[in-house]
C-alpha cells in the first residue's frame, strides 16, 4: 500500500546521513569483546518465552551478510534463535540505554532469510514487532541500529501474546449503536477460506464485529490506526451466506462504510490490514448523517446569455458521491441526476429561482436541499455609428454613436478609435452618459481628419460600448461593437501624393 511505501521511504532516507556516524568506533572500547550473539551461526538459543535477555553491545558489528532490515542501514547486530512450541502470537520488544534498536524477524537458512511479514519495528512504527508463530519453525531475531553502540547495553523481551478475540468469524463480537471498539490486529489472521475483500483482497489481518439492527436506518462505520485499516460490511445469515454491501480499503483517509441497514438482517463487519499495516484500532459505529444536497453553480449570477452550469453534490459530511436523482431549475424544467456530472441550463428572463435538488447517495441515502439563484442581465447595444462617407484632410466633422438599453439604467461608456497605419486600433475619443432601461441615446464625437488619413485614402473607425463599474461587464458583449470607414481626400487645393 502506498502509506507503508511511504513509511519504508522515510526509514531509508536517514541511511545515508547515518551511516558515517555509524563508522566511528572510540579507540578505548577497541579491544573489548564482541557480544557472543554478534553473528548470525552464534545466535543466542531462546528456550522458553517469556525471555528476557540483557547485554553488552558496545562491540557489537554487523556482518557482511546481514539483511537489510527495515531499509535501513546496519552498524551493529546481536541474534536471537527461537522455534515456537505451538501457534500463536510472539512480540519481540527491543530497548536499550541508548538510542531505541530496531528489531527484524526471519526465517529460513543463513543466505537465505525471508523476513516474516511485518515483523520489523523501527522508529516510525513503534518499539514492538508482534508476529504470528507456527509450531516446530525457528525465527531468527535480529536486533541491529543504524548508530554505533559503543557504551551501550541493549534489552531484548519476546513474550507470548493473546489472539484478539473476534479473530475468527464464528467468535464475531455483537456490536451495538452507537458503539466504539478497539483492538490490535496484530493478533489477528485470515482463516481458510474467509471472504476476501473486493476494495482489499491482500488485507489478511482480520477481526470480526456482528450487528443486528433493531429498526432500518443508515450507519457509518469510522475506523482509525496507524494508517487506517480496512473496513468491509457484509450481509447474511452465516459464513456461506455472505454477500457484500460496502467495502473501503486500507489507507483511504477519511472515507468510511455507509450501509442502510434493515431491521431484523444480520450484518457483519470485518475490519483489517496487511502485515506491513497491522497495528491498534478502533472502529465506531453511528448513525451516518443526513444529506442537505447543493449545486455549485458557475457563473454565480448568470444573465439569459449563459449557460448556467451546476455541479450537483450530497451534501454529504461522508463524502458519498450522487448516484441519482433530480435537479429542478425553478422555472417549470428541471433534469434526472445520474450521477455527479455537471449540468447545463439557460434561463430566459431575469428574477430570482428556487433550485430544488433531490439526491441519492450510492449506500442509499436520500436527501433533498434548495437554493435561490438571481438571474440578471445588463446588455446594452450599440444600434448605429453614422460618419460622413467623404471628408478632405483638416476637415472636423460629426460621428454619432447610438446606445440602446432594454434592461436596467446604466452608465455607458463608449469609445471611438481609429485603425493606425501598423494596424492597431487607437483611441481617438470617448464619452459617458447614463442610458435609460428602455431608452435610446446618441454619443456626439467629431473627428479632425488629417493628411495621413488622405495619403491612406480613407480613415477607419471602430466604436466600443461598455457598463462603466460593473466588474462583470456587459452580460452580451457581441453587440457592443460597430465599426465604418469614411473616404478620405487631399485638403482642398491640395495634390494627394
Given at each position: 500500500?502506498?502509506?507503508?511505501?511511504?513509511?519504508?521511504?522515510?526509514?531509508?532516507?536517514?541511511?545515508?546521513?547515518?551511516?558515517?556516524?555509524?563508522?566511528?568506533?572510540?579507540?578505548?572500547?577497541?579491544?573489548?569483546?564482541?557480544?557472543?550473539?554478534?553473528?548470525?551461526?552464534?545466535?543466542?538459543?531462546?528456550?522458553?518465552?517469556?525471555?528476557?535477555?540483557?547485554?553488552?553491545?558496545?562491540?557489537?558489528?554487523?556482518?557482511?551478510?546481514?539483511?537489510?532490515?527495515?531499509?535501513?542501514?546496519?552498524?551493529?547486530?546481536?541474534?536471537?534463535?527461537?522455534?515456537?512450541?505451538?501457534?500463536?502470537?510472539?512480540?519481540?520488544?527491543?530497548?536499550?540505554?541508548?538510542?531505541?534498536?530496531?528489531?527484524?524477524?526471519?526465517?529460513?537458512?543463513?543466505?537465505?532469510?525471508?523476513?516474516?511479514?511485518?515483523?520489523?519495528?523501527?522508529?516510525?512504527?513503534?518499539?514492538?514487532?508482534?508476529?504470528?508463530?507456527?509450531?516446530?519453525?525457528?525465527?531468527?531475531?535480529?536486533?541491529?541500529?543504524?548508530?554505533?553502540?559503543?557504551?551501550?547495553?541493549?534489552?531484548?523481551?519476546?513474550?507470548?501474546?493473546?489472539?484478539?478475540?473476534?479473530?475468527?468469524?464464528?467468535?464475531?463480537?455483537?456490536?451495538?449503536?452507537?458503539?466504539?471498539?478497539?483492538?490490535?490486529?496484530?493478533?489477528?489472521?485470515?482463516?481458510?477460506?474467509?471472504?476476501?475483500?473486493?476494495?482489499?483482497?491482500?488485507?489478511?489481518?482480520?477481526?470480526?464485529?456482528?450487528?443486528?439492527?433493531?429498526?432500518?436506518?443508515?450507519?457509518?462505520?469510522?475506523?482509525?490506526?496507524?494508517?487506517?485499516?480496512?473496513?468491509?460490511?457484509?450481509?447474511?445469515?452465516?459464513?456461506?451466506?455472505?454477500?457484500?454491501?460496502?467495502?473501503?480499503?486500507?489507507?483511504?483517509?477519511?472515507?468510511?462504510?455507509?450501509?442502510?441497514?434493515?431491521?431484523?438482517?444480520?450484518?457483519?463487519?470485518?475490519?483489517?490490514?496487511?502485515?506491513?499495516?497491522?497495528?491498534?484500532?478502533?472502529?465506531?459505529?453511528?448513525?451516518?448523517?443526513?444529506?442537505?444536497?447543493?449545486?455549485?453553480?458557475?457563473?454565480?449570477?448568470?444573465?439569459?446569455?449563459?449557460?448556467?452550469?451546476?455541479?450537483?453534490?450530497?451534501?454529504?459530511?461522508?463524502?458519498?458521491?450522487?448516484?441519482?436523482?433530480?435537479?429542478?431549475?425553478?422555472?417549470?424544467?428541471?433534469?434526472?441526476?445520474?450521477?455527479?456530472?455537471?449540468?447545463?441550463?439557460?434561463?430566459?428572463?431575469?428574477?430570482?429561482?428556487?433550485?430544488?435538488?433531490?439526491?441519492?447517495?450510492?449506500?442509499?441515502?436520500?436527501?433533498?436541499?434548495?437554493?435561490?439563484?438571481?438571474?440578471?442581465?445588463?446588455?446594452?447595444?450599440?444600434?448605429?455609428?453614422?460618419?460622413?462617407?467623404?471628408?478632405r484632410a483638416g476637415q472636423t466633422k460629426p460621428v454619432k454613436v447610438s446606445v440602446v438599453n432594454n434592461r436596467y439604467d446604466e452608465k455607458v461608456l463608449v469609445a471611438l478609435r481609429k485603425k493606425t497605419e501598423s494596424g492597431y486600433y487607437q483611441e481617438v475619443g470617448r464619452l459617458t452618459q447614463w442610458v435609460p432601461a428602455g431608452g435610446r441615446v446618441?454619443?456626439?464625437?467629431?473627428?479632425?481628419?488629417?493628411?495621413?488619413?488622405?495619403?491612406?485614402?480613407?480613415?477607419?473607425?471602430?466604436?466600443?460600448?461598455?457598463?462603466?463599474?460593473?466588474?462583470?461587464?456587459?452580460?452580451?458583449?457581441?453587440?457592443?461593437?460597430?465599426?465604418?470607414?469614411?473616404?478620405?481626400?487631399?485638403?482642398?487645393?491640395?495634390?494627394?501624393?
Open positions: 500500500m502506498q502509506q507503508h511505501a511511504f513509511r519504508r521511504l522515510l526509514t531509508a532516507g536517514l541511511t545515508a546521513g547515518l551511516a558515517v556516524a555509524a563508522a566511528v568506533v572510540t579507540p578505548a572500547a577497541a579491544h573489548a569483546a564482541a557480544p557472543s550473539n554478534d553473528d548470525f551461526g552464534t545466535a543466542t538459543t531462546v528456550t522458553a518465552l517469556p525471555f528476557k535477555a540483557t547485554q553488552d553491545i558496545g562491540e557489537a558489528t554487523a556482518s557482511s551478510d546481514d539483511p537489510t532490515s527495515c531499509n535501513s542501514y546496519i552498524a551493529w547486530s546481536v541474534w536471537y534463535d527461537y522455534t515456537a512450541a505451538s501457534d500463536g502470537f510472539v512480540r519481540a520488544l527491543p530497548s536499550s540505554t541508548g538510542t531505541q534498536p530496531f528489531i527484524a524477524v526471519y526465517t529460513g537458512e543463513r543466505g537465505a532469510l525471508t523476513q516474516v511479514p511485518g515483523a520489523c519495528a523501527a522508529w516510525n512504527t513503534g518499539p514492538a514487532a508482534t508476529f504470528p508463530v507456527t509450531a516446530g519453525q525457528t525465527y531468527h531475531v535480529m536486533v541491529f541500529q543504524q548508530y554505533s553502540g559503543a557504551g551501550q547495553q541493549a534489552t531484548l523481551d519476546l513474550v507470548t501474546v493473546p489472539r484478539e478475540p473476534n479473530d475468527d468469524f464464528a467468535a464475531a463480537t455483537p456490536a451495538t449503536l452507537p458503539g466504539t471498539y478497539s483492538g490490535d490486529l496484530t493478533r489477528s489472521s485470515a482463516e481458510p477460506g474467509e471472504a476476501a475483500p473486493t476494495c482489499d483482497a491482500g488485507a489478511d489481518h482480520s477481526v470480526w464485529y456482528r450487528y443486528t439492527p433493531d429498526r432500518t436506518r443508515s450507519i457509518s462505520v469510522e475506523a482509525r490506526s496507524r494508517w487506517s485499516p480496512s473496513v468491509t460490511v457484509y450481509r447474511g445469515a452465516g459464513r456461506d451466506t455472505l454477500s457484500e454491501v460496502d467495502c473501503v480499503a486500507a489507507g483511504s483517509g477519511n472515507k468510511r462504510p455507509v450501509f442502510t441497514a434493515t431491521a431484523g438482517q444480520q450484518y457483519w463487519i470485518r475490519v483489517a490490514d496487511d502485515a506491513d499495516g497491522a497495528s491498534w484500532y478502533e472502529i465506531r459505529l453511528t448513525t451516518a448523517p443526513a444529506l442537505t444536497p447543493n449545486a455549485n453553480v458557475w457563473p454565480s449570477t448568470p444573465s439569459v446569455f449563459d449557460d448556467v452550469s451546476f455541479s450537483v453534490n450530497a451534501g454529504d459530511r461522508l463524502g458519498r458521491p450522487v448516484v441519482s436523482g433530480e435537479l429542478r431549475f425553478g422555472d417549470g424544467t428541471s433534469v434526472t441526476l445520474t450521477g455527479n456530472t455537471p449540468v447545463t441550463h439557460r434561463y430566459a428572463a431575469d428574477g430570482d429561482y428556487r433550485v430544488e435538488i433531490s439526491a441519492t447517495t450510492d449506500d442509499g441515502r436520500s436527501g433533498t436541499g434548495s437554493q435561490t439563484l438571481h438571474v440578471e442581465t445588463h446588455d446594452v447595444t450599440l444600434t448605429g455609428l453614422s460618419l460622413p462617407a467623404q471628408a446618441d454619443f456626439p464625437f467629431a473627428y479632425t481628419y488629417t493628411a495621413a488619413d488622405a495619403a491612406a485614402g480613407q480613415a477607419e473607425f471602430e466604436v466600443l460600448a461598455s457598463i462603466d463599474g460593473r466588474y462583470d461587464g456587459d452580460s452580451h458583449a457581441a453587440d457592443n461593437r460597430l465599426a465604418a470607414v469614411t473616404v478620405v481626400r487631399a485638403a482642398s487645393g491640395v495634390r494627394a501624393s
